[in-house]
């Protein structure tokens, strides 16, 4: 059973950070991209960051530029995502997910989806 589990959400303040990260098991995930989604109260789920299966290239959003580090170990099967100057504005759930297609990840299409974890920033 394919499974995509996230740890390390939690409740800081702005301008601090957290890192998330992403378990998959279940399956070889060689070939499949990595990412990140977020979902705030109220809005769609929008792309965050993606990686290529081999590392090589990373996507993010506008939003998150700067701010946001993405990487991976093929090793561990583990994504992590790494949220500095973290701000009120990226409070949400987020979502890691595994796409067979890097590029056309962001359409937020992906075949598998963790639970999610949720992100507080308070002002």
């Known amino acids: 059973q394919v499974q995509l589990v996230e740890s390390g959400g939690g409740l800081v303040q702005a301008g601090d950070s957290l890192r998330l990260s992403c378990a998959a098991s279940?399956?070889?995930?060689?070939?499949?991209?990595m990412g990140w989604f977020r979902q705030a109260p109220g809005k769609e789920r929008e792309f965050v960051s993606a990686i290529h299966w081999r590392g090589v290239s990373t996507l993010y959003a506008d939003a998150v530029k700067g701010r946001f580090t993405i990487s991976k170990s093929s090793a561990a099967n583990t994504v992590d995502l790494q949220m500095d100057s973290l701000k009120p504005e990226d409070t949400a759930v987020y979502y890691c997910?595994?796409?067979?297609?890097?590029?056309?990840?962001?359409?937020?299409?992906?075949?598998?989806w963790g639970p999610g974890t949720q992100v507080t920033v308070s002002s």
């Open positions: 997910a595994a796409d067979p297609t890097f590029q056309t990840m962001p359409r937020g299409r992906s075949k598998y």
């Open positions: 279940g399956r070889n995930f060689n070939g499949y991209a």
